[in-house]
């Protein structure tokens, strides 16, 4: 106990010194909550739009006002036909164009259907997919419009509509922060747990340390402790600073229990501690060591449900999933801070990270042991 | 010197390879250093120097044989072993973030002891690098991180100083300062090993053992040694050095011919060859031809071409 405390005050003498990642550590959290939530933003605004109208009608004419009007779309083309519309996507100038044929109105009126041509640039996919679904949804809106219209014929009868309004819960504005901040505060405390503490132990092995450290009499699991719990002791500092600075700048207040949260995070570091030092184990040089975890974050971000929800994903990317213990920690911090889970929510997700504590450890402890 | 019979270290038949048996590092090593002596390991680089001396101070696995520290075996006893020896390996591997001080109370504390209870080991050493106490490690000179490094071996006031080249890449005055130093613990009745490529400082070891290609050469005193070189050394100077050894090398009287320096060292397999023989041979009017003591390298030349 006596040799971890003396182990643990050289370990906290050497971050305090190091001022780099001292200040990485502190800034880190700040700088990526304030640019990334703004930049990682879903809302696709200033789609270029072309606009080809063959029929020249009101109705056209109304649709095309329409969409002129909402908040995504900017008009930037008109043209006659579809040749003189092309070259524009081509060149990436426009993201989208609507071709009204003739008759539009005639059909619509006649006929009671008319058909519409959207083509999209699918270069920049989501631009794309969510430009076609904001003009489905305009072109729906006018439908309906137009059936409101009919429907004050009193010859007409009445015809039976469902109209669907939703209610965002747990996020009522449906703001994109909310829910990405608590996402983010996650990846950063795996990467105090996983990247600090590995590169940490590789350093000693890079400068010859640890060679000076195994002919004194302190123990191996000492020596482990003695690096894991300066970085334990960060990776809990770094969630309750991006706790405030996430309450500062985007006034979130955790709905659910702080203690929670924070038990959660506790044995999730431990699991990501372990990580790190199994990466540490097999890694001579610190440039392998960032490599790896590089490599690893990768895996931890795409397929934790950060930005892309894991229902989404195909069935072996759900598999994946499964032993990414980011992903459980990513979906409970969003439990717990927007809707305010409590602990028998998230008790499955506890046993998950668990589990990955105890095999992560088990096996940095074993392959530590195969080393001299 | 306070050197008894008592075995401080002895190392019976070692073996090590690396990767799988392809590189041979030490081949059937055995030799014993006495309590309280300066044993020199003496080759050159890749010789199997640090290796052994791994294994001595269990940081390394042998493949076969055993070694024993005051009676503890390097395998099993690791632990006691730890507890009595001061390891020095080749590169400085203190914490360079960490002051002079720091380090020294750091190491201080993990063996359980404090800087003034053993000060009187260090006390020489230390005042040297003390005015600087609050600097960090990484900033020093070469100099003084092998002192301060020689400071945090010797503080928990080990039986046994393991030291791999401690005064590679350092000036020659703070090379001779390193070694009084050892001479005076020495005195203490700390018991020396010591690898070291340079020749000069194998005498000042009690007794050295050449090793080569993970092959011990020979132990003695570094005076019977030298004693026992047996042949008559000449030293030949000249204009081209290397055009005359080239012919010297060609030549049936030649047993060998190595270059030293300025010189040649130069054996006959002839005894009764004069200086006059020589200059006959070579034919050139700036040669100069003196019989000359043999050094410790020149020893360690011929032992190698046998």
New interface residues.
């Given amino acids: 106990m006596r040799?971890i405390l003396?182990?643990l005050e050289?370990e906290f003498?050497?971050i305090f010194?190091?001022k780099a990642i001292l200040r990485l550590i502190f800034i880190m959290p700040i700088v990526q909550l304030i640019m990334l939530p703004l930049a990682a933003d879903y809302e696709v605004k200033n789609i270029n739009c072309s606009i080809i109208d063959h029929d020249h009608s009101p109705y056209s004419r109304r649709l095309i006002g329409q969409i002129e009007a909402s908040t995504y779309f900017k008009l930037v083309d008109y043209q006659q036909n579809i040749e003189g519309a092309m070259p524009k996507l081509e060149k990436d100038k426009s993201d989208i164009i609507l071709e009204i044929p003739q008759n539009f109105e005639k059909d619509l009126i006649k006929e009671e259907k008319a058909t519409l041509l959207i083509a999209v640039n699918a270069v920049n996919g989501v631009k794309g997919n969510l430009g076609a679904a904001y003009a489905s949804g305009i072109i729906r809106t006018f439908n309906q419009n137009i059936r409101m219209d009919w429907m004050t014929f009193p010859k007409m009868n009445p015809i039976p509509e469902i109209r669907i309004s939703s209610i965002p819960w747990y996020n009522k504005m449906m703001s994109y922060k909310i829910f990405m901040v608590p996402g983010i505060l996650v990846i950063l405390v795996t990467m105090v747990g996983s990247f600090l503490s590995s590169l940490n132990i590789v350093h000693e092995k890079e400068?010859?340390?640890i060679?000076?450290i195994?002919?004194?009499?302190?123990r191996k699991h000492h020596f482990i402790l003695g690096k894991l719990i300066p970085f334990w002791i960060l990776g809990i500092v770094v969630l309750g600073l991006g706790l405030i600075v996430s309450y500062i700048i985007y006034g979130i207040v955790p709905v659910g229990s702080l203690f929670l949260l924070f038990s959660f995070a506790a044995v999730y570091l431990i699991g990501t501690l372990g990580l790190g030092l199994l990466i540490s184990n097999y890694a001579d040089t610190q440039q392998q060591a960032m490599f790896f975890s590089f490599l690893l974050m990768m895996v931890f971000i795409l397929l934790g449900g950060l930005y892309t929800p894991i229902e989404s994903m195909p069935e072996w990317a759900k598999v994946i999933t499964k032993f990414n213990p980011a992903a459980y920690f990513i979906e409970v911090i969003r439990m717990i801070v927007l809707k305010g889970s409590g602990l028998k929510d998230i008790l499955p997700h506890f046993f998950a990270i668990g589990c990955f504590a105890v095999v992560f450890n088990l096996l940095a402890i074993w392959s530590y042991r195969k080393q001299? | 010197m306070v050197m008894s019979d008592f075995k401080a270290i002895e190392v019976k038949n070692i073996s090590k390879n690396y990767d799988k048996g392809k590189i041979v590092a030490l081949d059937n090593i055995s030799f014993d250093v006495k309590k309280g002596e300066l044993f020199g390991l003496v080759g050159p680089d890749g010789a199997g120097k640090t290796t052994l001396l791994r294994i001595i101070?269990?940081?390394?696995?042998q493949d076969s044989g055993e070694a024993k520290l005051d009676n503890f075996d390097c395998v099993a006893d690791f632990?006691a072993i730890?507890?009595r020896?001061g390891?020095m390996?080749g590169?400085?591997?203190?914490?360079?973030?960490?002051t002079i001080e720091?380090n020294l109370n750091?190491?201080a504390?993990?063996?359980?002891t404090t800087i003034e209870e053993n000060y009187h080991l260090i006390k020489d050493i230390y005042v040297q690098i003390e005015p600087f106490k609050h600097r960090r490690a990484g900033k020093l000179s070469g100099g003084m991180k092998q002192k301060l490094a020689l400071c945090?071996a010797l503080i928990h006031k080990p039986s046994v100083l393991i030291l791999d080249e401690p005064t590679t890449g350092v000036d020659p005055v703070s090379r001779k300062e390193f070694w009084d130093m050892l001479g005076r613990l020495q005195h203490d009745g700390i018991t020396i090993i010591v690898s070291t490529p340079y020749m000069d400082e194998a005498n000042l070891c009690d007794r050295i053992a050449f090793i080569h290609h993970g092959k011990l050469l020979t132990i003695n005193t570094p005076q019977n040694i030298i004693d026992s070189f047996g042949n008559v050394l000449w030293s030949i100077s000249g204009d081209n050095l290397f055009s005359l050894m080239t012919k010297l090398r060609a030549w049936q009287n030649t047993k060998s011919c190595f270059s030293f320096g300025e010189n040649l060292h130069f054996v006959s397999i002839n005894a009764q060859i004069t200086p006059q023989d020589i200059m006959h041979y070579l034919k050139d009017d700036s040669v100069q031809v003196s019989k000359i003591v043999p050094s410790i390298e020149d020893c360690f030349m011929s032992f190698m071409q046998n």
């Fill in positions: 040799t003396f182990l050289k003498a050497q010194r190091n400068a010859g340390t060679e000076q195994n002919v004194t009499p302190i001299i | 101070a269990t940081l390394l696995l632990k730890r507890q020896i390891y390996p590169r400085f591997s203190l914490y360079q973030d960490l720091e750091f190491f504390t993990i063996f359980n945090c």
